[in-house]
Every structure is written in C-alpha cells, then in structure tokens.
C-alpha cells in the first residue's frame, strides 16, 4: 500500500462543505471509494451532496442519508453509490451484505459511518474524511492514498 498522505481543514460554514465535497467530486475517478467519518450531524451527508454535484448528479436529485436501506445510487458521470451503516447491527454478518460489490465497481462509493467497517474489507486505496465539530464550524482531516487527492489543499484553494 502506498503511504497514508494526511491533510487537516477548517470548513467554516455549511456552504463550504458543499464546496469541499463539489471539488472531491471533480477530482474522483471511477472506482474511488471515499469513506466518511465522524459524529451524528458533523456533515457526512452534506459532504455527499457536493460530491453528487461534483460529479454531474443533476442538480434537483434528491441526496439523503439511505437509512432504511442500505444504498442509493445517483446518475453522475459515474453512478454514485451513498452507503450509510449507522444502523447496522454490531453483530451484521459482513459477508452477506455485499459492501464489496460496490467498493469493487465502476461507479464512485461513499460510505458514511465507515469507521463501523472491519479493516478486511477495506479497498486497498481510499480517501478517508474524518469530521469533527469545530466551534461554529467543522474540522475536516483528508487520509489517502491515492495520488491524485493529495493535491486537495491545492484545490481547495482555488
Ligand atoms: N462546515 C460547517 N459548518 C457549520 N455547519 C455545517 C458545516 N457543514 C455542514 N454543516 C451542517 O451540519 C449539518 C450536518 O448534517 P448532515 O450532513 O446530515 O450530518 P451527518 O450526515 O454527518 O449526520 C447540516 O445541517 C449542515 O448544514
Ligand atoms: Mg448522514
């Protein structure tokens, strides 16, 4: 595995994560699984809907948390996948429910409360988005190992 390149960011407003999350949309490739963590409320659904934006999902396509199933999926340039496992059982057998069909696809994946997955099925190259609250704001720390995520304090700033 190539190593782990670590970037930490302050989004000040609820706007800015859209932005965040539209650039990482722009910057993903087919394939790409981005796993979100982070608390109830931190922006991990909100993040999703600029990465929706990012890659061309049309612009009034409803982007919400699936919480009674377990995917949703948006037209983009690639099918987007938004899976969340807040409500998963501690106990959830794993191997049925079919995580690395996603995670191994032509489409880009984003996982929220990916902090819940066992280290075995996690893909070999990700971006991971910790996200933390931070007075008004929120505190935003990007680990990947993929090459062309690491250029997103460059882009950031554009
Ligand atoms: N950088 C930010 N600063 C302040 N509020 C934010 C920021 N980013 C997102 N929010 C707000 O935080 C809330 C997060 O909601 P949501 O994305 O549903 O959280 P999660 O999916 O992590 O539970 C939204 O109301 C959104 O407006
Ligand atoms: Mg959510």
């Known amino acids: 595995m190539k190593k782990l390149f670590k970037f930490r960011y302050h989004s000040p407003s609820a706007q800015d994560t859209l932005r965040i999350g539209k650039k990482i949309g722009e910057l993903a490739q087919k394939g790409d699984v981005i796993l979100l963590c982070g608390d109830l409320g931190t922006g991990k659904t909100w993040l999703t809907k600029g990465i929706a934006k990012g890659l061309g999902v049309p612009k009034n396509y409803p982007i919400t948390s ?4 377990f995917v949703h999926v948006y037209p983009g340039c690639f ?6 496992l ?51 704001g929120r505190d935003l720390e990007f ?3 993929i090459a062309y995520f690491k250029q997103i304090g460059y882009y950031l700033k554009n």
């Open 143 to 145: 680990v990947t190992n």
């Open 79 to 84: 099918p987007l996948y938004h899976i969340d």
């Open 86 to 136: 807040y409500r998963l059982e501690k106990d959830v057998d794993w191997s049925l429910l079919g995580l690395e069909e996603y995670i191994f696809s032509e489409g880009v994946t984003v996982i929220e409360w990916a902090e819940k997955m066992p280290a075995s099925l996690l893909p070999p190259q990700y971006l991971k988005i910790y996200i933390y609250f931070s007075n008004e």
């Open 66 to 69: 699936p919480s009674f199933v």
